[in-house]
T-cell receptor, first 111, second 116 residues
Framework: GQQVMQIPQYQHVQEGEDFTTYCNSS?????IQWYKQRPGGHPVFLIQ?????EVKKQKRLTFQFGEAKKNSSLHITATQTTDVGTYFC???????????FGQGTILTVHP | NAGVTQTPKFRVLKTGQSMTLLCAQD?????MYWYRQDPGMGLRLIHY???????AKGEVPDGYNVSRLKKQNFLLGLESAAPSQTSVYFC???????????????FGPGTRLTVL
């Protein structure tokens, strides 16, 4: 079945440093979504990418979808303590509405 | 709107006991999902439903059953709980697929289940 791998599992940064998490799928994806989960909270949708090579920005966050639609990345510029949490990618395949989540990257930001 | 709600928030079971987790959404979403979250494993899909009266298996369905008798509710049942089912369970819902992609999933607050 479809597998989505996400690295790194953990990332510790100093406030102000940049952060990147990577997502790789074993199969071509129809779309990729990114979610953020604050400690003790539930996942919250950040963005969806659909087109090959697509790049989207949300303030300090930049999301990319690979040309082959098998990988994606999330880059945060100049991290802040409010960025703390777990970031998940989730890939959509051929089954309607069904997403496969990566393992998540836990981001810790030291002030 | 309450969004997606889950009942209960916490539960402790003994091995072999049964229980039902309730998920309710007030957004008129067609799709509903049950996930479990374990450290280092991300979110794994247990079962999902694409409409009232329909259910389908996800990645890790063994030991669980589900029912979607009403569009707004999705129930997850554990017939005979095992320690391996200790986890945090999240319910989510979304609109049905539209042309060009999927819709975002809205998650409930989660149920923390411990099986002794």
């Amino acid at each position: 079945g479809q597998q989505v791998m996400q690295i790194p599992q953990y990332q510790h940064v100093q406030e102000g440093e940049d952060f990147t998490t990577y997502c790789n799928s074993s199969t071509t994806l129809s779309n990729i979504q990114w979610y953020k989960q604050r400690p003790g909270g539930h996942p919250v949708f950040l963005i969806q990418l659909v087109k090959s090579g697509e790049v989207k920005k949300q303030k300090r966050l930049t999301f990319q979808f690979g040309e082959a639609k098998k990988n994606s990345s999330l880059h945060i510029t100049a991290t802040q303590t409010t960025d703390v949490g777990t970031y998940f990618c989730a890939g959509g395949g051929t089954s309607y509405g069904k997403l496969t989540f990566g393992q998540g990257t836990i981001l810790t930001v030291h002030p | 709107n309450a969004g997606v709600t889950q009942t209960p928030k916490f539960r402790v079971l003994k091995t072999g006991q049964s229980m039902t987790l309730l998920c309710a959404q007030d957004m008129n979403h067609e799709y509903m999902y049950w996930y479990r979250q374990d450290p280092g494993m991300g979110l794994r899909l247990i079962h999902y439903s694409v409409g009232e009266g329909t259910t389908a298996k996800g990645e890790v369905p063994d030991g669980y059953n589900v029912s979607r008798l009403k569009k707004q509710n999705f129930l997850l049942g554990l017939e005979s709980a095992a320690p391996s089912q200790t986890s945090v369970y999240f319910c989510a819902s979304s609109y049905s697929k539209f042309s060009g992609g999927y819709n975002e999933q809205f998650f409930g607050p989660g149920t923390r289940l411990t099986v002794l």
